[in-house]
């Protein structure tokens, strides 16, 4: 497809549990971005990607977050030993350059509940 | 589905008439600034972005103004079409970081 894409829609977990959310940015797109949203809030950046490079992942809440983007493509975002706290809207965003200045392209996010 | 913005701020405009969206950001080192707007259920998608060294700039049907004096944007859509309702958001970057920080949204609703 011509958009960000984004896995599973819908996670449902429970307390505890490790989950792994996907990202296929447009193809071609040297920048990757996650955000998490929490309902009724804009969205909170995670981490950023240029490629493969991880260069800010200060947004990371606690260790227990972990994001990839190993072949400079699809990046998975995974968190471990899952909290209620971690319920939300994760989204994923790509742009076609590297840095910042530009658009960035969303996908329709997952939506996370932890139970 | 979910909506978005269960409390946020909400604007109603007749169907027709001109939308004016503010937003005040909170660094003044950020030098790059966006508008999204958002759909229940669905990522923001970009509508138009303005950099520092300006203080306005239109597309169509919508124009953003930036005052980097008092730190305040504004997303103004002429003729509002029951289409652009949607919550609104804000977003800036901070010169010589990758974070964009989002402000909290506005509810755009078109009254038919």
């Known amino acids: 497809g011509a958009g960000v894409s984004q896995s599973p829609r819908y996670k449902v977990a429970k307390r505890g549990q490790d989950v792994a959310l996907r990202c296929d940015p447009i193809?071609?797109?040297?920048?990757l971005f996650w955000y998490q949203q929490a309902l009724g809030q804009g969205p909170e950046f995670l981490t950023y990607?240029?490629?493969?490079?991880?260069?800010?992942k200060s947004g990371l809440p606690s260790d227990r977050f972990f994001a990839e983007r190993p072949e400079g493509s699809v990046s998975t975002l995974k968190i471990q030993r899952t909290q209620q706290e971690d319920s939300a809207v994760y989204l994923c965003?790509?742009?076609?350059?590297?840095?910042?200045?530009?658009?960035?392209?969303f996908g329709d996010g997952t939506r996370l509940s932890i139970l | 589905g979910e909506s978005v913005g269960l409390h946020l701020p909400t604007l109603s405009v007749q169907e027709g008439d001109n939308s004016i969206i503010n937003c005040a950001y909170s660094?003044?080192?950020?030098?790059?600034f966006i508008w999204y707007k958002q759909e229940s259920g669905k990522g923001p998608q970009f509508i138009i972005d303005i950099r520092s060294n300006m203080d306005k700039r239109q597309g169509q049907r919508v124009t953003v103004l930036l005052n980097k004096t008092v730190k305040h944007l504004s997303l103004q859509i002429a003729a509002t079409q029951p289409g652009d309702s949607a919550v609104y958001f804000c977003?800036?970057?901070?010169?010589?970081?990758?974070?964009?920080?989002f402000g909290t949204g506005t509810r755009l609703k078109v009254l038919a």
């Open positions: 965003a790509s742009s076609s350059q590297g840095g910042i200045g530009q658009p960035q392209h």
């Open positions: 977003a800036e970057n901070v010169k010589g970081t990758y974070k964009y920080i």
């Open positions: 660094n003044s080192a950020s030098d790059y």
């Open positions: 193809s071609g797109h040297v920048s």
């Open positions: 990607f240029q490629n493969e490079a991880q260069l800010d």
